[in-house]
């Protein structure tokens, strides 16, 4: 497995050069283009990886189904379902999807940004600090790994530039999506979260959670209930890899979650998590030799749920 | 087994009320509320039933998969990708999608109906006759039934009235994403497509022989290559409940196809193949109490791939 | 005066240049790039010309006033206004302007193409054939000129051509905003409207009607009521030059309408009328040295209404 | 022609209960609904009126074509169209006009909110107390008014609740389209523009500088070039009565902008200016009763351009 591994970085490397790095937040264009890294998990308990695997990188929308899960395990899927629809937009990740003049939560869901914000809003805490502490320690639970924190510099860049950000949240509260009056402190909430640092065998780990339905490894220690599981893994394989999801749900078959630090997660269910990291992203902002490997590993080892 | 969908559909008779027929064709509002059957054929040789399991209904929309298989079986999995997408539009099966005085082939798959006319137009036959002959063959072979057709007078009703499809045809013809000069013969040949009768049997033959991956039952015989199963399966995933693929992703997690005529075909890879038929539709089209048969079968017998 | 059109022509000549033939109708790709007419006609009874004034082009989608004229004429400005908006669409003419699912009559205007075939609906006429000769002759009235002939090769091009113009025909149906039963007969009368043949001439003519609020030079024989030059004049301010009309508004302040043809004709209410021919056109499928001829002159001589 | 007022108020008194008061800013909703006053400001330097002309209300979106004027005296023609459309948008004034993923700045116009919101990133003044005070002058000047000032309780009501602009305002940040980096004190600047308040005599005192294209009544001092004026009223011809544009083209046919505050201020260009309040709203935002009064006066003093 190792072996393969190895043989599908190789194959993959040449892709590398056809991405580019996000450009849109200044910090992440400091990335490398020659990283590849790739970790998988077994439930088995075996782990297996290859390349730049102890990269780390910032998880960007990979927080997405992190944001959801605390919202599901800190309000149930009925209220979480009734504040964010859970359709494909059909548009890219940073959309307005606004039929004319109405902005509907059926039509945002929690793996686009609007919807995302959205999820922090609806995460416990008395303070934003509060709030981005817990999702900061639901990830380390998730990833095994008490080290992981928030990447200040790409944190002050994200808040610096991300004014598109911003429009979206004072939007949502213009249609009385969010509750919160703070509209920049949920912003900001948001921006940290997405400066949260990782690496592939983080992203791995996180993905294994989902693939054993809330249960984590060893300890088999249940983090959440096995339908919130399900929940998440089915909006990812609907809307994880952007407005790419539909080409990746044929070509790799798996619930997966992309972001534009250059991660993908994946989930394999009752079989594998798996995570990746190339920074060069195609104009949909999924990682283009990432989705390569995966659809390599895929037909390989025949993960496909189709 | 054949207890358990018994009693799924009497928990399920309330619903049947709250779906209405379909009113854009004519012939589909003769129907009858309170029909409501299902049938199931899993891979162990083993068929269950129960209800009006035996009723004709059209097929609809369901023969959306069957067209791209046979323009799948026609032309390979290349040449088609290369004329219609793969993403959810996020938007009614019937929509203009549109961006702004740009149709592109990205933008519509053969779930929605500007795609399946696409299909029409891509698979193989010196007429129309020959063309609508051999989707008739191939829904006959998947269903192993003999004795499919067409009813005329569901077919005749959507001729007269189907000038939304007739404007998605001149649409594709004006941007060059068909070949045909016929445009009105090819609409023709897809409302006879849709106008196909069929039963809930029917339907679960069908949706058997994409969770075996193009093998038929018994004989074992395969009518196309695995990948193309893979490939619908995955498309069924993302766009084959209208624009409540999401929903029912979260809800069921099965690939299906519904119709307006009531009836949904269910694809349980590598388990089994369900067909429902209740013709009472919500606001997308779906069947009101089919999804909830479904919904509950899922949770009951762990059918859920996520 | 004379002089003054002679100079402006000199001036704007090299624009001639910078427009494109339009080509998505094939006959029209065989105009002459360097054309360049005009022809004015004042409420003093005088008449002014210079360059190709003689040349004939045709009228394209300066008919659409036209059409709405004898829509007025046969079912009053009431019954019109009920069946098509008067608003700016913010969009090219042959848009399709659907809020999602539903098309309004109110988001369709008499200048933009859906609400010129549904014009071609209104007007009185046991057959299609009655009812272009009635458009023929109100041609022939408006601009004086009894020759007026439709241009049979342009018309074929238009008519095998034609599909988008077909699709919006079958959409206006499909809505229940046309009652013509035979959809192709109603666009095939639009494409032999919009293929009569004119000149600069003619254009000034009939805007000189709409600047004398309906009445004819010389007999001052009125041929519509006040009101509907009103009307229309009012209409061609804010949607008669396509998706251009602001920036026209602001740069002439004139009342006038544009066709692929490369006629513009303009209407300096109870001034005068113009008609300009110069068949290279901007991206919105305006004469680009037919708008700058028209801007100087407007300068010159003091014209917009504003 | 005081007689004329007084009988077309009478006329149309009955049309102000068919309004609704403006409720998105709670503070608008304390108007009064039977409020219904006039002032017509002639060229030939008389002054009719009738009902409450004297009442105050805030000017709210007919401060737009004065943030124009402010910006054109600032920066000349060319810089200003350089950063803002004037198309008709055929939507809602705060409507985004996004094409997709971009908001381009021909897609915005003065009349709407986000060109608006532009238009004060362009207006001159080192702070932006600076920048509010000169259009609290240049207010005062148009008017005739020294006394005018800003209604602190509508400014801190819409301060408060003006999400929406606060998203158009950190779009229009995102998109490049504006330098300021303190977009709540840009969008602070424009609530505070908004809240001026005036009457129906400031109203026909501005409308007349615009009629009389740049020149103050009695002392005839210019405060700006005529083609200014012809500029703003073309603007306000084919965009300043909201989507509603087009039928007050039909239907009154004068340049004139309309704001959720009740007021209209019209101009019929050398001949007069016309103010009018009446709180009561239509959908689109326009008073009921102004657009009835507006039309008759037109209708029987033959006011329209067209």
Redesign the interface.
Known sequence: MEELLEELLEECRPYTKEGKLADYIPELTKGNLDDLGIYVMRSDGKHYQAGDYKKQFTIQSIIKPILLLQALIDNGIDYVRAHV????????F????????TLLSE?I?PMVNMGAIAMCSLIKGDTYEERIQRVLELTRKLAGNEDIQINQAVYLSEKRTG??N??????L??YGMIQDDD?EGLVDCYFRACSIQVTSKDLAHIGYVLASRGKLPQTEERVFPSKY???V???L???GMY?????F??KV?L?AKSGVGGGIMAVA?TRMGIGIFSPGLDEKGNSVAGIKVLEKLSKRMYL???
């Open positions: 629809g859970v359709e494909a937009t059909g548009k890219p940073d959309a307005i999807n606004m039929t004319d003049q039509n869901n004014n598109k911003r429009a979206l949240g004072y939007l509260k213009s509209v599981a399900t929940y893994n089915a909006i394989m609907t809307c407005d790419g999801s539909g080409e749900a044929v078959g619930p269910p496909s749920i189709f």
